[in-house]
């Protein structure tokens, strides 16, 4: 079993910072590409910035140049940077990877989301 845990959402000012973290654990072999997904109320979940295994790293256009997707694979975490937020940025924020694991199942594992407040 495998599981991902979200951390580090909250209320923040426009104009402000947070950091987000999504911590994997588990039965695990390796974790190939994870993301960074956010639902806000009423909208469908989008796509928010994923990072490979080899560390590229892909953005929503939405979101370049103010939030920086990272990971740590000896940690079996990874991180998202949000800078200069906005209140558009107001979502539930969820992780996501595809996890192999030591039985070499493979599986795209979601964590529970972390809310995200940017007050105006």
């Known amino acids: 079993q495998v599981q991902l845990v979200e951390s580090g959402g909250g209320l923040v000012q426009t104009g402000g910072s947070l950091r987000l973290s999504c911590a994997a654990s588990?039965?695990?072999?390796?974790?190939?590409?994870m993301g960074w997904y956010r639902q806000a109320p009423g909208k469908q979940r989008e796509l928010v910035a994923t990072?490979?295994?080899?560390?590229?790293?892909n953005y929503a256009n939405s979101v370049k140049g103010r939030f920086t997707i990272s990971r740590d694979n000896a940690k079996n975490t990874m991180y998202l940077l949000m800078n200069k937020m906005i209140p558009e940025d107001t979502a539930v924020y969820y992780c996501?990877?595809?996890?192999?694991?030591?039985?070499?199942?493979?599986?795209?594992?979601w964590g529970q989301g972390t809310p995200v407040t940017v007050s105006s």
């Open positions: 996501n990877a595809e996890i192999t694991t030591m039985t070499r199942q493979e599986y795209i594992v």
């Open positions: 588990g039965s695990i072999f390796a974790i190939n590409g």
């Open positions: 990072i490979t295994s080899a560390g590229s790293t």
